[in-house]
């Protein structure tokens, strides 16, 4: 949610600026006059329009607006435009004349506002469900840490779940789980195949989902519902250790960002509103980032699972078996 949050500030404060600039130039257009359309250009999209026009210095003009398919060439239509500086921007004198400059910026602003406030609502609701189920009586329950992963090999999306399997369901079930360093500490148990005790919380029907307690204390918080079975589409296997930690996604996959908010900035004529659409793009990637479990194995992005393999929990004098100290040889028995 915080990379959401700082993507959203940047586009809300770049749109903000523009909006609040567009209102005080219009608060200041209150001198009018009469144009008619000298020019319409429907390729472009939204259809423009070129409206000649002068002012009360007799000074004439050529102002270019959207057109929106009102007007039609050598039409006349009333204007407003600010007496102090006729240059800027001008607005229709009567109501739908043709849009008022700015407004699907406005339209842009207010739709990234409600998107912020619809998804904080469902990180909302989902906390609410993990409180819910984390009210629930505890069970003793099995479980095995995996890696799930979905993509290519260049763009490659990781999520943390847990194989749960219930004393009375060899079937089992599994959770997706935010990421907790504690997840990389998960020790291999001789039981490989149902892992080790953990305490479990289940919530209730509808939407279920299990809050899972470590030996050590740890408590691993559901970032979906309980599920029967890993989703269509993803591809899992045992939870490797060793592999480079980053609090982010890869970089690979952030590079493919990258490309693809180039190429929506390069759609648009104004660069300020691509870095607006660049922003947002960036905060609904981390919010999908974190919306899945905020997974912190990333590996090298260009293979699934180069890493180390899960093995046994290190020898606790050292990450090695302590060597047998090598016999003295005789001085006598030495070459000369």
């Excluded at 979905?150 to 935010?178: C, H, K, M």
């Excluded at 990333?298 to 020898?315: E, M, T």
Aim: charge should be positive; charged fraction near 20%; aromatic fraction near 12%.
């Amino acid at each position: 949610m915080t990379g959401l949050t700082l993507g959203m500030l940047v586009a809300v404060a770049i749109l903000g600026v523009r909006c609040a600039g567009v209102a005080a130039q219009e608060a200041r257009a209150t001198a009018r006059a009469t144009a008619y359309v000298s020019h319409v250009d429907d390729k472009d999209v939204p259809e423009t329009v070129g409206l000649t026009w002068t002012d009360s210095e007799d000074v004439e003009h050529f102002t270019v607006v959207q057109g929106g398919g009102l007007l039609t060439l050598e039409s006349v239509v009333a204007i407003r435009y600010d007496p102090g500086n006729p240059a800027d921007l001008v607005f229709p004198a009567e109501q739908e004349a043709f849009p008022p400059p700015g407004d699907w910026q406005s339209r842009y602003l207010l739709a990234m506002l409600a998107t912020y406030v619809f998804l904080g609502v469902l990180v909302g609701a989902r906390l609410a469900l993990n409180l819910r189920a984390d009210r629930m009586p505890e069970a003793s329950w099995r479980a095995m840490p995996l890696l799930v992963t979905y993509g290519s090999s260049l763009a490659r999306w990781y999520t943390g779940y847990l194989r749960l399997i219930p004393p009375d369901d060899e079937r089992g079930f599994v959770q997706r789980v935010y990421w907790h360093p504690a997840l990389d500490r998960m020790p291999y148990w001789a039981d490989f195949f149902r892992g080790g005790k953990v305490s479990v919380r289940v919530g209730p029907w509808p939407f279920r989902r299990a809050v899972v307690t470590l030996p050590d204390g740890t408590r691993l918080w559901p970032a979906g519902r309980l599920r029967r079975r890993i989703p269509w589409g993803w591809s899992h296997d045992d939870r490797p250790v060793g592999a480079p930690h980053h609090r982010m996604p890869t970089r690979d996959l952030i590079l493919a960002i990258l490309a693809l908010s180039a190429l929506e900035v390069a759609g648009f004529l104004d660069f300020f509103i691509g870095m607006a659409t660049l922003g947002l793009v960036f905060g609904l990637i981390f919010f999908l980032w974190g919306w899945f479990g905020g997974e912190a194995i990333c590996g090298d992005g260009l293979s699934a699972f180069g890493v180390v393999p899960r093995g046994p929990v290190q020898n606790p004098r050292g990450s090695s078996p302590r060597r047998l100290r090598r016999k003295k040889t005789p001085r006598q028995n030495r070459a000369s």
